[in-house]
C-alpha cells in the first residue's frame, strides 16, 4: 500500500483528486455553484482500483463540502451510492435532490 494518501480539491480542474505518494490515482468531477455542488462523475485509474481509494475519495471530497458548507447534488452514480451506504452524509444532500440516494428497493 502506499505510504501518503491524500484528497485535495483542484479547483481550476473542477474536481477533487485523490494522490497517492503524489501522483494523480482518481478525481471526482463537480460542477460548484452558489449554493450547492455537483458531483457529475467519479474515476479511479485502473492500475489503482481495488485499493478502497474511490471510497476515500468519496468520503475525503464529502467531508470538504461539509467544511465549506455547501450541500451536495450527487448526480455521480458513485457518490450517491457512497452516501446510501454511509447515511452519516445523507444530510448533506440537497432537499431537492433527496431521491437521488433514497433505498432503491
Known sequence: MA???EVS?????SRFEILVDGEVAGFAQYRRRPHK???TH???RPEFEGMGLGSRLAAGALDQSRASA???VPL????ARYIRRHPEYKDLVHEDYLDL???QA
Open 3 to 5: 505510504e501518503n494518501i
Open 9 to 13: 480539491d483542484n479547483p481550476g480542474s
Open 37 to 39: 455542488i455537483f458531483f
Open 42 to 44: 467519479t474515476e479511479v
Open 70 to 72: 455547501l450541500p451536495v
Open 76 to 79: 455521480c452514480p458513485f457518490i
Open 101 to 103: 440516494v433514497e433505498d
